[in-house]
């Protein structure tokens, strides 16, 4: 049996497999994802072609094919037309099976004519990538055998055959929109699956993503890793790559004695931290409350659907969470004003006064509420300043 142009311990073979994989979720975050799809950074010539050659040797996947794909599951994200969603499919097909639902969708000529705009269209996309995709892939192949040998050459391709289709169409697509933690309360399903996932190159962060899709930058919070991010920012210092958005940081200065137009588009542009916020002093209030009624044993497990809008309740819960609204007046208060307050940049065909008006009379109404996280929520509304 051939042996190949090296000879190594079989150790060295499993690290060379995960380091070609790697390369591989790199080219997929940052070119298809990142720079193809939500425009979030440019990328050097240079850079770009080493991204799509790789991919059209290690994937096979057209550029149009994916990102329209991809643009397509934001526009219809957890409906019936969106290519992939745990909550239309089921969590079981889309982890085993996403990558059928791929290929399902790639056929559909339409998502391609509609959101494949702005991505290659030269000469060797035409004439080689995209025709002659599967080829790519063999050439993969002959490559791995010829430098690690017949067996590890042929397991390594196959650890590398299989890599995006379970991590990225399974784990992210699946996982991504069914089971983690949530730091924004975007309008689907979308979580993070952990924030260490140095074999997904930051792509765990989903719901980040989903609430910043245009943004280069995955991560939010300090203990979050975005690998990818972190070789963006290599390639923009060597002039490969020049980020165009990031998602904006709250940034709180001091406190305003009037909520003045400033507050108000302040408040805007930090408006999931502001829920984000709201859903903590939610869950503060809700434990406070829950010790002080009778048989509180009642409402546990209610916590998750307090910050949750009305219409994402599930029919089984809504009678508890009225029961429970019912018995505390302070959580009453404080559930009913979060809607109040989303309503401020909710409402597109209002003007910037009516909406001012409304975020000074929520203010001052959460100020004398008597509830103290209402009135700390306002406090920290009128100290938003723009970045």
Not at 12 to 22: D, E, F, I, K, S
Not at 104 to 115: G, K, L, S
Not at 116 to 131: A, C, K, Q, S, V
Not at 273 to 299: I, M, P
């Amino acid at each position: 049996m051939y042996a190949g142009l090296v000879d190594w311990p079989w150790w060295a073979y499993v690290l060379m497999a995960l380091g070609l994989t790697h390369v591989t979720i790199t080219s997929v975050t940052i070119f298809l994802h990142r720079h193809q799809a939500h425009r979030a950074l440019d990328l050097h010539p240079l850079a770009a072609h080493f991204f799509r050659l790789w991919l059209w040797l290690s994937t096979g996947m057209v550029t149009s094919e994916w990102a329209s794909i991809h643009r397509k599951h934001h526009a219809k994200c957890e409906t019936a037309e969106d290519p992939h969603s745990p909550q239309v499919f089921g969590i079981h097909r889309v982890l085993w099976a996403g990558v059928f639902l791929y290929v399902r969708e790639a056929r559909n000529q339409d998502t391609i004519a509609r959101y494949g705009r702005g991505t290659p269209d030269d000469w060797i996309e035409n004439h080689l990538y995209t025709p002659w995709h599967k080829l790519g892939v063999l050439l993969m192949l002959l490559i791995d055998i010829t430098v690690f040998g017949m067996l590890a050459g042929t397991l390594i391709w196959l650890v590398q055959m299989a890599w995006i289709p379970f991590w990225a169409a399974g784990v992210i697509n699946g996982l991504g929109h069914f089971w983690g933690y949530r730091n924004f309360s975007s309008p689907d399903a979308s979580t993070n699956i952990s924030p260490w996932g140095i074999l997904i190159g930051g792509e765990e962060l989903h719901n980040n993503h989903h609430t910043f899709p245009t943004s280069a930058r995955l991560s939010i919070h300090w203990y979050e890793v975005d690998i990818g991010w972190l070789y963006i920012r290599i390639l923009a210092a060597l002039g490969l790559a020049h980020v165009k958005k990031v998602a904006p940081r709250p940034r709180l200065g001091d406190l305003r004695p009037v909520v003045d137009f400033d507050t108000l588009q302040a408040v805007i542009v930090n408006r999931y931290d502001v829920l984000s916020q709201y859903a903590r002093s939610l869950k503060q209030v809700y434990r406070e409350e829950l010790a002080t009624l009778q048989d509180g044993s009642r409402f546990k497990g209610m916590k998750r659907w307090l910050a949750a809008d009305a219409d994402a309740v599930p029919q089984e819960h809504r009678s508890r969470l009225e029961l429970l609204l019912g018995e505390s007046r302070a959580l009453q208060t404080a559930y009913a004003m979060r809607q109040e307050l989303a309503a401020v940049w909710e409402r597109s065909n209002a003007s910037r006064e009516h909406l001012l008006r409304a975020l000074q009379d929520w203010c001052e109404r959460a100020e004398n509420s008597g509830v103290r996280q209402l009135q700390e929520l306002s406090l920290r509304l009128r100290s938003y300043v723009l970045a």
